[in-house]
């Protein structure tokens, strides 16, 4: 599944396999964003997806609100498992860590470039 709205600076792309949700995001994730946002991770936790891992090496700009979203993906998940984050940009692993969030997901590797 690959998505994007040419009106807001955003793309989500997910692909399913063997139980394991992998979702790319591009781009800035806010207020705008936030129901495009939903919308995708509904979609995907449709899917009851195992393991959810985001790549976030793209995201420019990431408010609060967003990032507890993506974070809160992890109560859909089986007991035990946490959403993991992996290769966060410099602004995502400040938001994730400013707000504690960083404790209730799995950060993995840094962002290259």
Do not use: N, W
Not at 21 to 44: K, P, Y
Request: charged letters at 20%; proline letters at 6%.
């Amino acid at each position: 599944m690959v998505t994007g709205r040419p009106d807001h600076a955003v793309t989500v792309r997910a692909h399913i396999s063997l139980g394991t949700a992998t979702v790319i995001i591009f781009g800035e994730l806010d207020l705008v964003t936030a129901s495009f946002l939903g919308e995708h991770l509904a979609a995907i936790l449709d899917k009851k997806p195992r393991r959810l891992v985001f790549h976030l090496d793209q995201v420019g700009f990431i408010d609060c609100a967003a990032a507890r979203r993506i974070v809160g993906t992890g109560r859909s998940l089986p007991p035990g498992q946490r959403p993991v984050i992996r290769y966060p940009s410099p602004a995502v692993r400040r938001v994730l860590k400013l707000t504690g969030l960083d404790a209730q997901c799995e950060v993995e590797g840094q962002a290259t470039g």
